[in-house]
T-cell receptor, first 113, second 108 residues
Framework: DAGVTQSPTHLIKTRGQHVTLRCSPI?????VSWYQQVLGQGPQFIFQ???????GRGNFPDRFSARQFPNYSSELNVNALLLGDSALYLC????????????FGPGTRLTVL | EDQVTQSPEALRLQEGESSSLNCSYT??????LFWYRQDPGKGPEFLFT???AGEEKEKERLKATLTKKESFLHITAPKPEDSATYLC?????????FGTGTRLTIIP
């Protein structure tokens, strides 16, 4: 059974550019969450979507946005990239996003130059 | 504010030397305490969920326990392949709040 998939694996951008990261959840899971992990830290919550609706938002600026599609896949968009946005971006899927476990994908490594 | 604190930050053990990792957290609204394993450059791998004080779960050489304010991950007779960063997280409504992890190194 396929796990959570993310694309691309690696990405290099320059300051001021825009980036779109993609995630496909485990089959049957309706909730997708996004996390940012900088080196040496634990993942930080960015967003959660359930049934295409935003259920939660972490302490990130409006440059970060996301959406969930009818097939439950999701995109994370980041505008006006800053050097500090360089991180591993993780997608996690779960059945309902609240009482059930979250399973993580391999992540997208974003480097902003 | 939600807080999860893990200790120690790093731990080096000889192969076969058992030890424990600690995760302490603020209590309000707890909806599960989660343990993950993370290898360098990869996404966290789910290990355990604990919901109630006194609960214990085991998987191979790992056993997780939960009290009202902390959780322990016990590693029995570890092998080099157990080397990784171990993350704990508490679930609050829709989000997981993570600690900074314990970097475990098992020396052959």
């Amino acid at each position: 059974d396929a796990g959570v998939t993310q694309s691309p694996t690696h990405l290099i951008k320059t300051r001021g550019q825009h980036v779109t990261l993609r995630c496909s959840p485990i089959s049957g899971h309706k909730s997708v969450s996004w996390y940012q992990q900088v080196l040496g830290q634990g993942p930080q919550f960015i967003f959660q979507y359930y049934e295409k609706e935003e259920r939660g938002r972490g302490n990130f600026p409006d440059r970060f946005s996301a959406r969930q599609f009818p097939n439950y896949s999701s995109e994370l968009n980041v505008n006006a990239l800053l050097l500090g946005d360089s991180a591993l971006y993780l997608c996690a899927s779960s059945l309902d996003g609240r009482s059930s476990e979250q399973f993580f994908g391999p992540g997208t490594r974003l480097t902003v130059l | 504010e939600d807080q999860v604190t893990q200790s120690p930050e790093a731990l080096r053990l000889q192969e076969g030397e058992s030890s424990s990792l600690n995760c302490s957290y603020t209590v309000s609204g707890l909806r599960g305490l989660f343990w993950y394993r993370q290898d360098p450059g990869k996404g966290p791998e789910f290990l355990f969920t604990l919901y109630s004080a006194g609960e214990e779960k085991e998987k191979e050489r790992l056993k997780a326990t939960l009290t009202k304010k902390e959780s322990f991950l016990h590693i029995t007779a570890p092998k080099p392949e157990d080397s990784a960063t171990y993350l704990c997280a508490r679930g609050i409504r829709e989000k997981l709040t993570f600690g900074t992890g314990t970097r475990l190194t098992i020396i052959p």
